[in-house]
């Protein structure tokens, strides 16, 4: 599929197991060898929550060591997002992983902008 790609966004959660597949993102600069038009966008934080100590320093971490990469704010973890995925064509519950969804949405429209000037 990266094949026929113009651009990926990596998402996991801020937790040590999820983060250990951003080595994925070395699997999408090799593909970017095949398809040069392919550019990996950045790193989304999905599931977020704020309140757990491991999560927010790893979150820190990431902020710190791959700023270009992380793209921001994280999503909250929000209960009513759970099930929405089971409703398509539902618009997203209100709250604020809608309006980190939102927010982020305004960060790829700039990521994509960017990748287009290029």
């Known amino acids: 599929m990266l094949c026929w790609a113009d651009g990926v ?3 996991c959660r801020a937790d040590p197991l999820s983060l250990r597949t951003i080595p994925t993102a070395a699997a999408i600069q090799k593909a970017c060898l095949l398809n040069a038009r392919l550019n990996l966008l950045g790193l989304a934080i999905a599931i977020y929550k704020e309140l757990d ?3 927010w ?4 971490h990431l902020r710190q060591v791959q700023p270009d990469l992380l793209l921001e704010p994280p999503i909250p973890y929000q209960q009513e997002i759970r099930h929405w995925p089971l409703h398509p064509g539902s618009p997203l519950p209100p709250g604020p992983a809608h309006d980190s969804y939102a927010s982020l949405a305004g960060s790829l429209e700039a990521a994509i902008s960017n990748v287009a000037a290029v």
């Open 53 to 55: 100590g491991l999560q």
């Open 57 to 60: 320093q790893l979150l820190r």
């Open 9 to 11: 966004v990596l998402t």
